[in-house]
């Protein structure tokens, strides 16, 4: 069965930290990934996602991931994280019109 | 935002009683999910659906049923609501290039 594992459970910062956020999936095939954000008290907002092509991957609010396929891994970058990052983050793969697996996600705390 | 509404957003109910949960899009997508989330779970597929009438079980089925009788509304059943069932409800659509999330419905069964 697919899985999706998050090396932290919890990482906390303070602001103009780097962040550097683990991600790994177990499929072996063709696979598309995703990174969703869920604010406090709100639904899950994508963030980024990687279907082929270049694997560094630029997504909104200057995050970024890469793929690396020999490591299973897409992590999570930012070069300087804000107080306003502070939320859960989701790692995920799927493909349309079938299963989406998240990982159990990763709480960030920014201390301002 | 996508065009996901969910109701009721928030529920409390007794152990043992019925409770619908719904889903509704205006985006006509074909594939509909509904997830729970659960801290240090992530979101869990409880069941899909890939067309009107058509829907398959996911991770965590058992003590849930589903039902789509119509393009745009998708149907969570807890036939007798249980305290494990306590949690957040996720709706989410789904085009070929991501999913797309609804507002969550927080229920707790006491």
């Known amino acids: 069965a697919q899985s999706v594992s998050q090396h932290n459970h919890h990482v906390i910062l303070s602001e103009a930290a780097s962040l550097e956020l683990g991600c790994n999936y177990s499929?072996?095939?063709?696979?598309?990934l995703f990174w969703y954000v869920q604010y406090p008290g709100q639904h899950l907002q994508l963030l980024l996602k990687?279907?082929?092509?270049?694997?560094l991957v630029k997504g909104i609010k200057g995050f970024e991931a890469e793929f690396i396929k020999s490591k299973f891994s897409f992590n999570l970058r930012k070069p300087s994280v804000q107080w306003s990052d502070t939320a859960e983050y989701f790692c995920?793969?799927?493909?349309?019109?079938?299963?989406?697996?998240f990982g159990p996600g990763t709480r960030l705390s920014v201390l301002p | 935002d996508a065009g996901i509404t969910q109701s009721p957003r928030h529920k409390v109910t007794e152990t043992g009683t019925p409770v619908t949960l719904r889903c509704h899009q205006t985006?006509?997508?074909?594939?509909m999910y509904w997830y729970r989330q659960d801290p240090g779970h992530g979101l869990r597929l409880i069941h899909y659906?890939?067309?009107?009438?058509?829907?398959d079980k996911g991770e965590v089925s058992d003590g849930y049923s589903v039902s789509r009788s119509k393009t745009e509304d998708f149907l969570l059943t807890l036939e007798s609501a249980t305290s494990s069932q306590t949690s957040v409800y996720f709706c989410?659509?789904?085009?070929?290039?991501?999913?797309?999330f609804g507002p969550g419905t927080r229920l707790t069964v006491l």
């Open positions: 989410a659509i789904s085009d070929p290039h991501e999913q797309f």
């Open positions: 499929y072996g095939g063709t696979v598309n």
């Open positions: 990687y279907f082929s092509g270049d694997p």
């Open positions: 995920a793969e799927g493909n349309y019109g079938q299963n989406f697996v």
């Open positions: 985006e006509n997508h074909r594939y």
């Open positions: 659906s890939y067309g009107v009438k058509d829907t």
